[in-house]
């Protein structure tokens, strides 16, 4: 027999997801403990929920995979076989389907595009800035600055002057970084920039005074002037997502952390290996972070029942730790484990880094 434990390990499930296959009446285990509900498999159930993996991985519903499964135990390749060649053609007309919205999409896109988007930008920017405090809020955004070729307009970091302050932001989809600098000298409309990351690197090596930064955009050309050096280069040619949209999420529930203590945690606790969700993309550590009544957060091996867990990319939170740069942090874990995680920190609340979180139910 083997535990649930093992099971998932060798079968690519996960807990929770032979806990709802159970529930769901697809894969049964042959015994369940009548004292502690543990569950425990027999060894022919393991090509079983190896299959069970490799269905859901193609996305066939359930009510199919439970014909697929009753088959395969029972030899009726034929039913299998017509099983799997309906799943393929539904498949393909949902193809030929989503590839017939984007396509006017597209169109509209098309028809909504600024004729002047790629011409040479007119937007002018002078502003004075603290130099430390510019630093630090390079430092809290920079690790969540894209890197796919595919998406250039995310390969950098947006520079959002409006009145009296800058924001800049970072994102590569999957986590997001905000932090605010108090600025003084632009008077102007709201002007975004999105700098590329060698650039924003730049820059930071120049910011180690307390003399004030002198950040300046005319056209296609960004300075930045620290003492009596100076860095420049050219912007990115690319619209920056509206994130202002993207932060805008309903209070949840805010637990304060203590940093060293919480680090330790996630770098020592049970992880859960993640395969990759896109094509170029790797296998992800996952923390699965928990909620007790007490305000308390762990880390755990698997997610609850009623929702008071949700999973973390391990290396992702670890870097928005870092970049916080405190002692202590408010977690706000929203009110649905498919809620992004935001790591804030209590002094500052511009400054802010959201995780995407990871599905636990596969």
């Not at 029972?74 to 309906?86: F, I, M, S």
């Not at 995680?341 to 596969?362: K, N, Q, Y």
């Amino acid at each position: 027999m083997r535990s649930i434990g093992e099971m998932a390990r060798d079968s690519g499930l996960g807990v929770s997801a032979l806990r709802f296959y159970d529930r769901a009446g697809v894969l049964v285990p042959a015994w369940v403990d009548p004292v502690s509900g543990y569950r425990w498999y027999a060894p022919e159930q393991l090509d079983e929920a190896r299959l069970l993996a490799r269905l859901r991985r193609a996305g066939m519903p359930l009510a199919d995979i439970r014909l697929v499964l009753a088959g395969w135990t029972g030899a009726d390749t034929d039913l299998v076989r017509k099983l799997l060649q309906a799943h393929v053609r539904r498949l393909e007309m949902g193809l030929a389907e989503t590839c017939s919205e984007f396509s006017t999409l597209r169109a509209l896109l098309d028809h909504r595009e600024n004729p002047m988007t790629s011409s040479p930008r007119t937007g002018t920017v002078r502003l004075s800035l603290p130099a430390p405090e510019l630093a630090t809020a390079l430092d809290a955004v920079r690790f969540a600055a894209g890197q796919d070729p595919e998406l250039p307009m995310l390969g950098g970091v947006l520079f959002d002057v409006e009145g009296d302050a800058l924001h800049v932001v970072a994102t590569d989809r999957y986590r997001m970084a905000v932090a605010r600098v108090d600025a003084v000298g632009h008077d102007e409309p709201r002007e975004q920039v999105v700098v590329p990351a060698p650039l924003v690197d730049a820059m930071r090596a120049l910011l180690g005074d307390d003399e004030p930064a002198r950040f300046a955009v005319e056209a296609d050309r960004v300075t930045l002037e620290a003492g009596k050096r100076e860095v420049s280069g050219e912007r990115l040619a690319h619209d920056f997502p509206d994130y202002r949209r993207l932060v805008q999420l309903p209070a949840g529930r805010r637990i304060v952390v203590d940093v060293p203590a919480f680090r330790q945690a996630l770098e020592t606790g049970p992880v859960r290996v993640t395969e990759a969700s896109e094509p170029g993309r790797t296998a992800r550590d996952v923390s699965v972070l928990a909620t007790t009544d007490d305000r308390t957060v762990t880390v755990c091996g698997d997610g609850d029942e009623d929702g008071n867990s949700v999973g973390v990319d391990r290396g992702f939170l670890l870097d928005a730790l870092a970049a916080a740069d405190r002692d202590r942090l408010v977690l706000e874990f929203g009110a649905a484990p498919t809620a992004p995680l935001a790591i804030r920190r209590a002094d500052d609340e511009g400054t802010f880094s959201l995780l995407m979180p990871v599905r636990l139910d596969h």
